[in-house]
């Protein structure tokens, strides 16, 4: 699908041990600017700068640090860390060796999603091949002291365990949810030590990176948003499926080579991104346009946009973890009053009030699970409310009237 392209990363050759060997050859200092300088930001959704965790986390105090992977793609509509841990976990785990001699860590842990057990086998076979290369173990690349190596812990099927501090939690054996912050993981995380926590993309990216060095990988994407975005495109195309493409895509030019040109919306970022309709198809998909970790949900003519909203609705009263009331009180609201809606029993004054629950909801939630939990219910009351309209009275309350 890829075949020829020059634009890019993840999906380019790279010789694996001569470029952990060429870092090794390098200060770790030297190799963190490397990654500042590339301008790459954590591809798995909240788009924090790698160079600058990583730095933070060399310069925290701690005999002991961690570096975690997190692979618990939880997010409706993304698959993109799949492909990479069942193709590409040879580049994962030097990604991570990458990020541990960077911060001087030993030990590593990938938080594999509990749904993915099926992948375990492999990656464990995996590991025994790159420890027999001696990307893993002691001595890495010949490197004398550069010793770490990777444990792989799986997940319970919880959606908040992605969010940074529940899986941390997760992982010492208590209950997967979200700590106060700070202080963050790059200075107490796991069992209180120093810990780095990168997406799955974001390790393999940062090796290509330290391979190619900066400049290369900055000649891909906006000046905002560097290089290159895995999208994982699903729903009502004719050809769904992973795609590498620079940042800062139309999201009309991604449609077309998945072949979803008639859609009518597109659902960027998951459950927790924002819905977008036609009039917003030449936007671009980076950091300074549509954010998004890779999820891309096509809906056609036919789908209702209502029932979207209901189903994402649903996911989250299911995931929300309760510890905070605007998100464990504003998920289950915002469904009832689709209910109503649905119905048609909602009033403008409620629907109103619905609006400016999920506007609280975003700014008062613990953590992104209930910061975002509103923004599909939003952003589909605002671009279709032609079709969600149920009189006169209700539109006037979506555009704030
Ligand atoms: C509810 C929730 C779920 C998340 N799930 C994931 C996930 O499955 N994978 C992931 O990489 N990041 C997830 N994140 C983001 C992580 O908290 C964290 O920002 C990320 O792992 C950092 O890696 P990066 O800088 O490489 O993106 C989630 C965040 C929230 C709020
Ligand atoms: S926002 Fe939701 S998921 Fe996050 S801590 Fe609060 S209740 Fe839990």
């Known amino acids: 699908m890829m075949g020829g392209r020059k634009d890019l990363v993840i999906f380019s050759d790279i010789e694996i041990e001569s470029a952990l060997k060429k870092a090794a050859n390098r200060a770790p200092g030297e190799v963190i600017r ?7 930001k954590g591809r798995g959704g909240a788009g924090f700068p790698t160079g600058v965790k990583w730095d933070l986390a060399a310069k925290a105090d701690g005999e002991r640090k961690f570096i975690i992977c997190n692979a618990d793609e939880g997010e409706p509509g993304t698959f993109k860390d799949r492909v990479l841990l069942s193709d590409y976990a040879e580049q994962l785990y030097a990604g991570m060796a990458l990020a541990a001699y960077s ?3 030993k030990e590593g842990i990938i938080y594999l ?3 993915y057990e099926y992948l375990l086998k492999g990656l464990i076979a995996t590991r025994k091949v790159v420890r027999g290369k001696n990307l893993l173990g002691k001595n890495i690349a010949g490197k004398e002291g550069f010793d770490f190596d990777v444990y792989i812990h799986l997940g319970s099927g919880s959606y908040v365990c992605g969010e940074e501090s529940a899986l941390i939690e997760s992982l010492e054996g208590h209950r997967g949810e979200p700590r106060n912050r700070p202080p963050f993981p790059v200075t107490m995380g796991y069992l209180e030590c120093p810990t780095v926590i990168n997406n799955v993309e974001t390790f393999i990216t940062a090796l290509h990176i330290a391979a190619k060095g ?3 990988f900055r000649a ?3 000046s905002k948003s560097t290089g290159t975005k895995l999208f994982s495109v699903s729903g009502d195309c004719l050809r769904p499926g992973v795609y ?4 800062g895509i139309t999201v009309a030019a991604l449609l077309k080579e998945a072949g979803g040109e008639n859609a009518k919306a597109v659902q960027v970022g998951g459950a927790s991104g924002r819905c977008v309709g036609r009039s917003e198809f030449e936007s671009t998909l980076a950091f300074e ?3 998004t970790g890779g999820s891309i949900i096509v809906f056609g003519e036919h789908r209702s946009m209502l029932g979207v909203a209901k189903n994402f609705m649903e996911f989250f009263v299911e995931e929300s973890c309760g510890q905070c009331t605007p998100c464990r009180y504003g998920t289950t609201t915002l469904l009832e009053g689709i ?3 649905e119905n048609r029993k909602c009033s403008m004054r409620y629907l109103r009030e619905l609006i400016s629950l999920g506007e609280s909801m975003q700014i008062a939630s613990k953590c992104g699970l209930g910061q975002t939990a509103p923004n599909a219910f939003i952003s589909i009351l605002k671009n279709f409310k032609h079709e969600i309209m149920v009189g006169k009275q209700t539109e006037q309350a979506i555009q704030g009237e």
Do not use: N
């Open 339 to 341: 209910k109503m809606l």
């Open 220 to 222: 891909f994407g906006t």
């Open 244 to 247: 590498e493409f620079p940042m």
């Open 34 to 40: 490397e990654i500042r300088e590339s301008g790459l």
């Open 289 to 291: 346009g549509i954010p």
């Open 113 to 115: 999603r509990g749904e």
């Open 103 to 105: 911060v001087g860590a």
């Open 214 to 216: 900066a400049e290369w």
